[in-house]
């Protein structure tokens, strides 16, 4: 499997390429199914959120699916009611509620196991199919909030009035996506992503002595690799080896090979053309996506990837050029 290669560092003619948020609102294919199923439907029904799933491999040819979810599926498999407008919104829950939370049990999130057995059997053998789930703290935030937010100023006031608390709230979350993320390896996943969205608000400390941690823990002892994304937080690179992972994803924000030199070359790496790039045209796609790929250089160990999720009003040829870019390099 390419994308396993490249974890493993070891040399291929060009790295291998999936994106975030690959299945989704900019692929035609994807919308259909979404005018005959909501996304809560698509996502609990497993033969849809498979077939979703597989929709962008088929069409670009890609090296890796990522199963059809969202980061806050599990959560509400430990009884918590979310909807997805489409963000997701739900009512507040405090660190009280949060540190009470239940184990997680594995038969609530049997659907997800399902998608991803029947992804893993529809698809090529050297394409890995990805599991995720997101890092406690990128959960921690929109269960404090109720929902997205500009500022999250609820949970960062939170942080600071109440760190015990909320470290006890971390890890409850931790040990729940410890289990998530070990069943969908049980079902068939060859690598698992850890979505961190939110963790660049935070100072380096916090990083280092709460969200860091519970992401570490999320990901402890699990029987195959995992890559960890931290968007949004140069200041971070330094300190991502409070996580252990295999392999690191970071957004556009540095050029890679400067990302690369801070995280440490001998560690994988994943991205990072800009999502905005694809918003452009065929020949400017085309020239950013051999940057990204210059940058990488003769280094083992990079997957190629956007430096954050596709952005819905996307153009599937500009897709096309960035795949085919990737795909001609050597
Ligand atoms: O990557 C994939 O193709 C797999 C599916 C996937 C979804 N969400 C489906 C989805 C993944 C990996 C996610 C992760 C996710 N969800 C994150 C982490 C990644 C990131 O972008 O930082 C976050 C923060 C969420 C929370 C979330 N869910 C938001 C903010 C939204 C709103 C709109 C959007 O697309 O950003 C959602 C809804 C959602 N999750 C959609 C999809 C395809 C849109 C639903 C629709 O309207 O069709």
């Known amino acids: 499997m390419r994308l396993l290669d490249a974890i493993d560092r070891k040399p291929l003619d060009r790295p291998p390429i999936w994106f975030m948020r690959q299945a989704g609102r900019y692929l035609p294919e994807y919308q259909a199914l979404r005018s005959e199923y909501s996304f809560s439907e698509a996502v609990h029904n497993p033969a849809v959120a498979a077939e979703i799933t597989l929709q962008p491999v088929r069409r670009f040819g890609l090296d890796a699916a990522i199963v059809f979810a969202d980061i806050m599926t599990p959560l509400e498999a430990l009884g918590i009611p979310i909807e997805f407008t489409p963000g997701p919104t739900l009512d507040p829950l405090p660190l009280e509620a949060i540190v009470e939370l239940p184990d997680l049990d594995p038969e609530s999130v049997s659907g997800v196991a399902e998608t991803v057995a029947a992804v893993r059997e529809a698809l090529d053998p050297n394409v890995a199919v990805i599991g995720f789930a997101g890092a406690p703290f990128t ?192």
Do not use: C
């Open 139 to 330: 959960l921690l935030v929109y269960l404090l909030e109720g929902g997205g937010s500009k500022t999250f100023a609820v949970a960062r006031a939170e942080l600071r009035r109440r760190p015990d608390l909320a470290e006890q709230a971390l890890g409850r979350l931790a040990a729940a996506m410890q289990t998530y993320l070990g069943v969908q390896i049980g079902a068939g996943a060859n690598v698992v992503q850890l979505f961190d969205s939110w963790v660049g608000l935070l100072p380096v400390d916090q990083f280092v002595t709460l969200a860091g941690p519970a992401a570490d823990r999320s990901l402890a002892s699990l029987p195959a690799p995992a890559i960890y994304f931290a968007p949004h937080g140069p200041h971070l690179l330094r300190y991502l080896e409070t996580v252990q992972a295999d392999v690191y994803g970071v957004d556009w924000r540095l050029p890679l090979d400067e990302a690369w030199l801070q995280i440490g070359v001998d560690t994988p790496i994943q991205g990072n053309l800009d999502p905005a790039v694809l918003l452009t045209d065929p020949e400017t796609v085309r020239a950013a996506t051999r940057e990204v790929l210059g940058r990488a250089g003769d280094w083992p160990g990079h997957i190629f990837n956007l430096g954050h999720g596709i952005l819905p009003t996307t153009s599937v040829e500009n897709v096309e050029a960035m795949v085919a870019a990737v795909k001609e390099y050597r």
